[in-house]
């Protein structure tokens, strides 16, 4: 399984990116115990879970995140992303993608996830 986020960058506070997720190795739609996690490290800082879909598109965000960030996805392509509006210079972070199993999607960032990507640095300016 690889997972590829790609889409990071510079933007200004209150602007706007969307980050890309494409897994390979393995179809997310036939696999109902499994979701796709988003995750951000900061410098110094411990990771934490940003937001996660399942399967069936079920989504938990962590607070600091929910009104600003979702999580579409496309099956078909194999591909979720993190929509990621009303940026703030703390959203600065280097952003991962990864694939887990998980039981019950509201506490989906709190399980161990097996594969990650390489991670997309986002960088927001005040």
């Known amino acids: 399984v690889q997972l590829v986020e790609s889409g990071g960058g510079l933007v200004q506070a209150g602007g706007s990116l969307r980050l890309s997720c494409v897994v390979s190795?393995?179809?997310?739609?036939?696999?109902?115990?499994?979701?796709i996690g988003w995750f951000r490290q900061a410098p110094g800082k411990q990771r934490e879970g940003v937001a996660c879909?399942?399967?069936?598109?079920?989504?938990f965000y962590t607070d600091s995140v929910k009104g600003r960030f979702t999580i579409p996805s496309d099956n078909a392509k194999n591909t979720v992303y993190l929509q990621m509006n009303s940026l703030k210079p703390e959203d600065t972070a280097v952003y991962y993608c990864?694939?887990?199993?998980?039981?019950?999607?509201?506490?989906?960032?709190?399980?161990?996830?097996?594969?990650w990507g390489q991670g997309t640095q986002v960088t927001v300016s005040s």
């Open positions: 990864a694939r887990g199993e998980v039981e019950a999607i509201r506490n989906c960032l709190q399980y161990e996830y097996d594969d």
């Open positions: 190795g393995f179809t997310f739609e036939d696999f109902e115990d499994y979701a």
């Open positions: 879909i399942s399967r069936d598109d079920e989504t």
